[in-house]
Each structure stands twice: as C-alpha cells, then as structure tokens.
Nanobody, 120 residues
Framework: QVQLVESGGGTVQAGGSLRLSCAAS??????????LGWYRQAPGKQREPVAS???????NYPDSVKGRFTISRDNAKNMVFLEMNSLTPEDTGVYYC????????????WGQGTQVTVSS
C-alpha cells in the first residue's frame, strides 16, 4: 500500500524559510518513475499546485511561487522536498504531497498534509 507522510511544517515569520519533506513507502524502486507534487490549501480556498517534479527531473511552478520555492527529489530515499524561501502570509495553508504517474497508472496518492503558517 502506497503511503505518503509529510513533515517540516510550522510557523515562521514573513520573509523566513521552511523545508518540507515527504516520504513515500510501499512503492519501492518504481518511485523514480513517478511524478511528485506539492499542493496547498488555504482556509476557504481550493487546493492549488505549488510545485511539481517529473521523471527525469523536470520541474514546474506557478508564477506565485516561482523563484521562491524549489522542489527536489531523492530517488534513493523515496523522498521529495520543498524548499520555501521569502515566505509571505499568503503562503499560509496546509501543504500536501502527491504521487502519481509511472507505475501507478491512473492512481494518485496524497499525504495527510502539514500546516504552514506565515505570520506578518
């Protein structure tokens, strides 16, 4: 059974940084062929993508975080990371890790989320 567990959330002042981690289990060495993403959901808003990384290492970011957030992956450890810099209160929300593609076919898996709060 594939499971994702996020960690690294917390409260930080505006302008600060946080590094989120997501550990995948139950997928073994096929992890390297999967796509991974970070999404966030602010109170009263829809969940939105903030970073994606694909098989081969290509990345994608929305304009709202481009230049501030960096997604990376460690295929040896089945982990994905999100480095967040120059945080603003608008970055506050629950951050979720998502795994899809590759060996999973049409299936996708989500973590339970980790809270990020940026105070002004």
């Amino acid at each position: 059974q594939v499971q994702l567990v996020e960690s690294g959330g917390g409260t930080v002042q505006a302008g600060g940084s946080l590094r989120l981690s997501c550990a995948a289990s139950g997928i073994g060495s096929m992890f390297r062929r999967n796509s991974l993403g970070w999404y966030r959901q602010a109170p009263g808003k829809q969940r939105e993508p903030v970073a994606s990384i694909f098989y081969g290492g290509m990345t994608n970011y929305p304009d709202s975080v481009k230049g501030r957030f960096t997604i990376s992956r460690d295929n040896a450890k089945n982990m994905v990371f999100l480095e967040m810099n120059s945080l603003t209160p608008e970055d506050t929300g629950v951050y979720y890790c998502k795994l899809w593609g590759g060996s999973l076919g049409l299936n996708e898996y989500w973590g339970q989320g980790t809270q990020v709060t940026v105070s002004s």
